[in-house]
């Protein structure tokens, strides 16, 4: 499996970007899919994760409410859609593909990794 991220950019506090994980391969669709970020200078956090056979999506406490994330299956692709952004989500964006689907705000939990992809929001 090979991830390609895409998205990131320059935004205001308040404003929405829309972040995508092109996946490669039909077994892409059998994985789940999260979201991670890191900032200088801090440790890897949790995002977002979603499992292709369903459920709820999950997020973490930080995004709770302003991000969400969705599998566009058409095209292979899980987007994760940044609303109501603040300075402190600033930050490189990784997604991640795992064959697990139990334990998914763990970034030990996954596989394969796509490059990141900056975000930066200004105050």
């Known amino acids: 499996v090979q991830l390609q991220a895409s998205g990131g950019g320059l935004v205001q506090a308040g404003g929405s970007l829309r972040l995508s994980c092109a996946g490669s391969?039909?077994?892409?669709?059998?994985?789940?899919v999260g979201w991670f970020r890191q900032a200088p200078g801090k440790d890897c956090e949790f995002v977002a994760a979603l499992r292709w056979s369903g459920g709820t999506p999950l997020y973490g406490d930080s995004v709770k409410g302003r991000f969400s994330i969705i599998w566009d299956g058409a095209v292979n692709t899980v987007r994760l859609q940044m609303n109501s952004l603040k300075p402190e989500d600033t930050a490189s964006y990784y997604c991640?593909?795992?064959?697990?689907?139990?334990?998914?705000?763990?970034?030990?939990?996954?596989?394969?990794w796509g490059q990141g992809t900056q975000v930066t929001v200004s105050s």
């Open positions: 991640a593909a795992t064959k697990y689907v139990s334990s998914l705000d763990l970034d030990s939990m996954y596989d394969y």
């Open positions: 391969g039909r077994t892409f669709l059998t994985y789940a």
